[in-house]
């Protein structure tokens, strides 16, 4: 894979060096997926599933982000993390490798605790929106004179608000292939409440320690 996406790159000219710093672990998940939403039979049994993981079926809180409800599903969010890997995942390595290995169970976790209502869940898109809020954050410490990230930041609050006031049904623009579906508005919190936590986490320990 390393040597396919050199090659790419390459043919970019001047925009491969960016291509090539991405971590490889944003078109791995993407491609992990798009296997999953080319086999539909594969879902049942790695979707998040309340039943199932009370069960013990623990993978589901990790694969269950890599199911789609339909192909407009798997796109804005599949592609969404690919924009996210080529845009912001060169500077923030480390924070996206540890979303990818804590955040899946932290939001499943906390669909499962707090939104006993939610028998099935699937996407990236909490992931993303998780990633893309730490990210801001992390940008905006750095320049806070900076009218980028707030608004990148205002704009999460404005959809989780949104899906609130409609009451997290239906799927706004994406159209879901399983009428049931509905809106996941305490996953888009949960990722919220990780981000935050995990720039807080690393505020506190970028701080010199004081005798």
């Keep these: 894979m390393d040597t396919a996406r050199s090659r790419f790159a390459a ?12 971590p490889v672990i944003f078109p791995v998940l993407g491609l992990a997926a798009l296997v999953i939403q080319l086999n539909p039979s594969w879902r049942d049994g790695l979707i998040y599933e309340r039943g199932a993981v009370a069960a013990g079926e623990w993978w589901r809180l990790w694969t269950g982000h890599l199911v789609h409800f ?28 540890l979303g990818f290995l804590l ?4 939001i499943a976790a906390a669909i499962y605790w707090f939104d006993p209502a939610m028998g099935r869940y699937g996407g990236l898109s909490a992931i993303d929106l998780g990633l893309l809020l730490l990210f801001a954050v992390q ?73």
């Excluded at 959809?159 to 009428?179: S, Y």
Aim: net charge positive; glycine share 14%; charged share 15%.
């Design 11 to 22: 043919a970019l000219g001047p925009y491969g060096h960016h291509l090539r710093q991405v």
């Design 70 to 97: 339909g192909w407009p599903h798997f796109l804005a969010d599949t592609g969404l993390l690919l924009l996210l890997g080529w845009a912001f995942g060169a500077k923030h390595p480390w924070a996206s490798r």
């Design 103 to 106: 955040m899946p169970p932290f």
């Design 139 to 211: 940008n905006w410490e750095r320049r806070w004179t900076d009218w980028f990230w707030p608004a990148v930041v205002a704009i999460y609050v404005g959809e989780v608000i949104l899906e609130v006031a409609h009451g997290g049904q239906g799927g706004g623009m994406i159209g879901f292939d399983d009428p049931t579906i509905r809106v996941a508005t305490s996953a888009h919190l949960a990722a919220a409440g990780y981000a935050l936590g995990a720039w807080m986490i690393g505020r506190v320990s970028r701080k010199p320690s004081s005798l």
